[in-house]
């Protein structure tokens, strides 16, 4: 398993909300980082892992308005299109139920990016966790807002981006959530993943390519209020990176720790798998994709200090469910 700090040393003292990405020419991630969250001189930085080396952090957006206005910048997140264009989704404004959707794009895998555009009205982008492209061509962003409570909803796109079509989900007053992820499964449905204010993930199902989504559904997953991030493995299983911790008004109080990675066939019974981090402090917002080569790759929060990276391998994945199963420990 590798484990490292994507930089030790940078120019800002604070960082959050990491993405990762793999493009032709390898890894990349970003984050926002300034004096703190919300603080104007947040800006969107990048580092490109290079001959097994992190780059330097490179700030590539900021949210200055003009020379009399600045605001914060917030989750960033990647997409590596299919045509070798690099996408980064951003959010500006001065507070989430303020922010707009904002994005820029590298043709060389991060070097360089274009001048920012601001997306549709109504369009926020992916909002912490990677967009989905879906076999019938579609892409996904999974999307929320909290600006008249936490809804969930998903952005559609049949041109990369171009247009988009916004899908609800079913009106539901009992529970409220954010910051979706996506799986997808073999029978063409789509689940969703996301955080919740009521001390569990919750999770909705679709079938028609994230056209119509059921109704929210509590999981048996606790959650202290804090991001998640999901990825459908090339085997078919589900893996899950979150914070396996109770619910508390107090989130800053050691308890987005610890950060576990579970798995799952069915999105129903996850068993827990590796755990990242389980020390007090903010082990938090993960981000994690699935590699050419099979590697599982997470970025996260490293106490608002650092974005720390680690790879897991899926050979050891594989041999850890099969000890599971063996063992009689499955599911749960």
Known sequence: MIQEYIYNEATFPSAHASSIAETPEGLIATWFGGTHEGHEDVEIWISRKIDGLWTAPISVANGLQHPDKRFPVWNPVLFQAPDGLLFLYYKVGPEPQKWWGMVISSHDHGLTWSEPSRLPEGVFGPIKNKPELLSNGTLINPSSTEHDGWKVHFELSEDLGKTWQIVHLPEDKGLSAIQPSILQYEDGRLQMLARSK????????????????????????????????????????????????????????????PLNVAVSQDGLNWRALVVLEDQPGEFSYPAVIQAKDGTVHITYTWNREKIKHVGLNITDIDLLVLKEIKDGKWPL
């Open 198 to 257: 009521e001390g569990y993930l919750v999770s909705s199902w679709s079938k028609d390519m994230g056209k119509r989504w059921e109704r929210l559904a509590q999981t048996s997953l606790p959650n202290p209020n804090s991001g998640t991030d999901a990825v459908t493995l090339n085997n078919g299983w589900q893996l899950l990176v979150y914070n396996h911790a109770v619910k508390s008004e107090d989130l800053w109080g050691g308890l987005r720790s």
